[in-house]
């Protein structure tokens, strides 16, 4: 999941509909089979569930290593304002290295 989730950030995948769709489409073998059975009605709800069939059956979420690799490889998306991406980067540094100040790596994300 941490991969799809940066595959979605560089690709401007934002609302939930979008990354369930090309979430259903990457999915095959036993990972396609947690499509079974999903309520698609609310696209919010059906995100989250499948996310977390996926992480149950699959592996479970490290948030601090998962939110690391996406600061390491988050870019300002076209058309992102420089605020949005720098908040962007904030969050993910604070939680990829709760409780460090990490200002050098943030730095460097803008050079």
């Given at each position: 999941?941490?991969?799809?989730?940066?595959?979605?950030?560089?690709?401007?995948?934002?609302?939930?509909?979008?990354?369930?769709?090309?979430?259903?489409?990457?999915?095959?073998?036993?990972?396609?089979?947690?499509?079974?059975?999903?309520?698609?009605?609310?696209?919010?709800?059906?995100?989250?569930?499948?996310?977390?069939?996926?992480?149950?059956?699959?592996?479970?979420?490290?948030?601090?290593?998962?939110?690391?690799?996406?600061?390491?490889?988050?870019?300002?998306?076209?058309?992102?304002?420089?605020?949005?991406y720098s908040?962007?980067?904030?969050?993910?540094?604070?939680?990829?290295?709760?409780?460090?100040?990490?200002?050098?790596?943030?730095?460097?994300?803008?050079?």
């Amino acid at each position: 999941m941490d991969h799809f989730d940066i595959i979605a950030d560089v690709n401007g995948w934002r609302i939930d509909l979008d990354k369930l769709k090309h979430l259903k489409a990457a999915l095959d073998g036993r990972a396609a089979y947690q499509i079974k059975d999903l309520d698609e009605s609310d696209p919010v709800k059906a995100f989250a569930a499948l996310r977390a069939k996926l992480l149950s059956h699959f592996g479970s979420p490290n948030k601090a290593s998962s939110a690391r690799q996406q600061f390491c490889h988050r870019t300002q998306s076209e058309g992102e304002a420089i605020g949005e991406y720098s908040n962007a980067l904030l969050k993910l540094r604070k939680a990829g290295w709760p409780g460090q100040q990490r200002d050098t790596d943030l730095q460097s994300q803008f050079v």
